[in-house]
């Protein structure tokens, strides 16, 4: 099973997040594949796969990939 985050907005977090966004070059709408998620207090950071740093959790959806061709979209509460 893989969880997969669709960028659903650059606009999102503090500053340094929406810079972070657009160094990277993420692109609105594209879906990628979640290497890791750390949960805390008051944030979430998504790790996503070949990439080196971490990206806020606002600003993404998630989708969790259960065969093929059926995607699932879950809450913020993830269990991996």
Do not use: C
């Given at each position: ?9 650059l ?6 997040d ?63």
């Amino acid at each position: 099973t893989m969880i997969t985050a669709k960028v659903v907005t650059l606009n999102a977090g503090y500053e340094s997040d929406k810079e972070r966004a657009k160094e990277w070059d993420l692109k609105l709408g594209v879906a990628y594949n979640v290497e890791r998620i750390s949960m805390g207090q008051s944030s979430t950071t998504i790790h996503l796969v070949d990439y080196p740093y971490g990206f806020n959790s606002v600003s993404f959806d998630f989708m969790k990939i259960v065969s093929d061709l059926t995607f699932m979209q879950i809450n913020a509460s993830i269990s991996i």
